[in-house]
């Protein structure tokens, strides 16, 4: 695998689906409020994505008193070990200015059958020290949410691997150097988006890891498949699903 240097040194992957819902039904009211189940790290990070969407104008400016810590494309970490990027200050610019016209956004409310899917994404790689969205069965996160309900709209998965702060991990996303998409920003700053799953977990490789799942909407189904025992199921194909942008980490 080849080992990215990002913005505060999280190696991070994003990938999305758009398509018709594997579901019957067309709208749904948001699930309930899962967040009593989250750990400390997984409720972290939701409520810091939250925070952005309701106030980019906050986050923009947390953005801004990055720069004295860049020097060319070299990035001087918290550590005070120097990293290199791959775009520089012009990277976070141009987020700044993202988040400057952005509008605020409504929260991502947490769901119970994200989380689900996002765990056994976590609970693959702990063991097997893979990155990226692809699975050791193979799955995809579209495949891997199947067992746990069915989705509306767009659904799309962002990934983390390093042991750092929930805001050091959004900031990161924020900025998404070397992603010419931008697509870690697009997913966590969309309207699109409405109901997320987050699961937090050790990495072999980098320390930890967290995975972010979200959707437009989301409708549990009842299931006794496990995280740790996910296999293919014979749920309806989508239709119509594509990748809409993002770019998978390097190997």
Known sequence: MKVRFAVLFVV?????????????????QPPKNT??????????????INQARANPQLYASYLEKLKPLFSGKQYKSANGAPLMTEEGWTAVDEAIRFMRS???????????????????????????????HQGSNRMMIEDRV??????????GENITYGNDSARERLLTWLIDDGFPSRGHRNRVMSGDYNVAGVSCG?????????????AGGFMDVPTTVTPATTTKTSSPKLNNSKATNGKPTKM
């Open 202 to 214: 050790s990495h072999p490789q980098y320390s930890a890891m967290c995975v972010l799942t979200l």
């Open 146 to 155: 199947k067992p746990f309900g069915n989705w509306q709209g767009n659904i």
């Open 102 to 132: 952005a509008k605020p956004l409504g929260p991502l409310n947490p769901s119970r059958g994200l989380s689900l899917a996002a765990m056994s994404h976590v609970k693959d790689q702990s063991g097997s020290g893979n990155t990226g």
């Open 12 to 28: 991070a992957s994003v990938l999305t689906f758009a398509g018709t819902a594997n579901s019957q039904t067309s709208k749904t």
């Open 35 to 48: 967040s009593g189940s989250m750990s400390e790290p997984e409720r972290d990070l939701l409520n810091e």
